[in-house]
């Protein structure tokens, strides 16, 4: 209820250009309260099971996904069909997750000295790419930062070096959590500067969320995070309408709910609307470009934007109905192999891990996110990271 009211007060008013339109329906109203409370029975026992990481998995989907999805078909009318996809794959990956079991991962290629090699070369990797590319740049522009993305987009490095640079943005933050675990503050310091100098090449906001997340997650360790994720989704909507009506501005409303919230679901929708009308591409691209230029060129009217999403936009686009089966598959066999590669671990590390991996999948295709972004190699490096304690 609370995001239907920032939607329509302080994002719809403001957004429309961006696809953020209020236009409800009765029928997707009624359809949205249905699909919530539907998917609160199927969620809570996670609130108490035993496998951490898929229990994370699918607290995370609810909250970044699921709600914001009810919440946007609330608001905004959508077509039966796209909201059937929608609910058809989402559900199979909770029945996916209750039912696929992928064998136990031997603990003899774990080692302290692999884990400090891999973060090694990340983080010669970002100095590298610094000096040679950005002269040591350190920007404190957090709100207009496109023009750095725009100069990041044109480096002309190796694709070794692309692909370095992608993980680092995912393996940092999460050895930065390694590393407050096991109290190496001098060393946590380190990667903190490493971070904001990776954000300073390439202009991404989400590297600095990552890590702000990390550093709010080890600042409250003793706490079962899992437990309070609703409350601290409530209170960022709370807190966000407290602006809106005390401050009369937006801010929150823009930079996370619209940003990180409801975004995903407009492009949903595009990508939907789009692959109706050009059927879907089969990982060809579009006219020799990648697709989400053309999606920014039609919906957005800017073609230089990269109008990147992940999950149902992924499959849909490429293969059409028949990923909301084989797509549900593929990421529940991937988060499975996670959960295997932990073992016995800290808590909020396995939380960080399960934010980073969805905010990521959330935000680009399969592929690109297991190797652009780095995502298989984060599960090697916490494959052979020794989790129970630091000594090989």
């Known amino acids: 209820m609370l995001l239907d009211i920032l939607y329509v007060q302080t994002i719809a008013p403001f957004w429309a250009y961006y696809g953020f339109i209020n236009d409800p329906s009765h029928l997707c109203k009624i359809?949205?309260?249905?699909?919530?409370?539907?998917?609160?029975?199927?969620?809570?026992?996670?609130?108490?099971?035993d496998e951490e990481f898929s229990s994370d998995i699918a607290l995370i989907i609810f909250f970044l996904k699921i709600v914001p999805f009810t919440s946007f078909i609330a608001c905004k009318q959508q077509p039966i069909d796209?909201?059937?996809?929608?609910?058809?794959?989402?559900?199979?990956?909770?029945?996916?997750?209750?039912?696929?079991?992928?064998?136990?991962?031997?603990?003899?290629?774990?080692?302290?000295?692999?884990?400090?090699?891999?973060?090694?070369?990340?983080?010669?990797?970002?100095?590298?790419?610094?000096?040679?590319?950005?002269?040591?740049?350190?920007?404190?522009?957090?709100?207009?930062?496109?023009?750095?993305?725009?100069?990041?987009?044109?480096?002309?490095?190796?694709?070794?070096?692309?692909?370095?640079?992608?993980?680092?943005?995912?393996?940092?933050?999460?050895?930065?959590?390694?590393?407050?675990?096991?109290?190496k503050y001098a060393f946590s310091i380190?990667?903190?500067?490493?971070?904001?100098?990776?954000?300073?090449?390439?202009?991404?906001?989400?590297?600095?969320?990552?890590?702000?997340?990390?550093?709010?997650?080890?600042?409250?360790?003793?706490?079962?995070?899992?437990?309070?994720?609703?409350?601290a989704f409530l209170s960022l909507a709370v807190l966000s309408l407290l602006e809106w009506i005390a401050l009369g501005t937006n801010v929150l409303s823009t930079v996370i709910v619209r940003r990180v919230l409801m975004i995903p679901q407009v492009l949903d929708s595009f990508y939907y609307d789009f692959t109706l009308n050009n059927g879907p591409l089969y990982y060809g691209g579009?006219?020799?470009?990648?697709?989400?230029?053309?999606?920014?060129?039609?919906?957005?009217?800017?073609?230089?934007?990269?109008?990147?999403?992940?999950?149902?936009?992924?499959?849909?686009?490429n293969i059409g109905f028949i990923g909301c089966i084989i797509y549900p598959l593929l990421y529940v066999i991937f988060f499975k192999y996670c959960e295997a590669a932990f073992g016995k671990s800290n808590r909020q590390i396995v939380m960080f891990v399960a934010i980073i991996v969805i905010y990521t999948l959330m935000g680009s295709s399969f592929t690109t996110s297991?190797?652009?972004?780095?995502?298989?190699?984060?599960?090697?490096?916490?494959?052979?990271?020794?989790?129970?304690?630091?000594?090989?």
């Not at 929608?86 to 996916?96: A, G, N, S």
């Not at 903190?192 to 600042?219: A, D, E, P, Q, Y």
């Open 82 to 183: 796209f909201i059937l996809c929608e609910i058809l794959y989402l559900f199979l990956i909770y029945l996916f997750l209750k039912t696929i079991h992928v064998p136990k991962l031997s603990n003899k290629f774990k080692s302290t000295t692999l884990t400090n090699l891999i973060v090694a070369v990340l983080i010669v990797t970002v100095f590298f790419i610094s000096a040679y590319y950005a002269n040591f740049r350190l920007s404190f522009n957090f709100i207009d930062v496109y023009e750095i993305r725009f100069e990041a987009r044109d480096y002309d490095m190796p694709t070794i070096l692309k692909y370095l640079r992608g993980a680092s943005s995912n393996i940092l933050p999460v050895a930065l959590a390694y590393a407050l675990s096991r109290k």
């Open 286 to 317: 579009y006219h020799g470009e990648d697709v989400s230029f053309a999606i920014g060129a039609q919906y957005w009217s800017n073609g230089e934007i990269r109008a990147n999403n992940g999950f149902f936009s992924d499959f849909y686009i």
């Open 31 to 49: 359809l949205s309260w249905i699909i919530l409370a539907a998917f609160i029975v199927i969620v809570f026992p996670y609130l108490k099971s």
């Open 190 to 231: 380190l990667l903190v500067f490493v971070i904001f100098l990776s954000f300073s090449t390439n202009g991404m906001k989400s590297t600095l969320f990552k890590m702000i997340i990390c550093i709010f997650l080890f600042l409250l360790y003793k706490v079962d995070f899992k437990k309070y994720l609703g409350i």
């Open 370 to 392: 297991l190797l652009t972004h780095g995502l298989f190699l984060l599960l090697v490096t916490m494959y052979v990271t020794p989790w129970e304690n630091n000594k090989e």
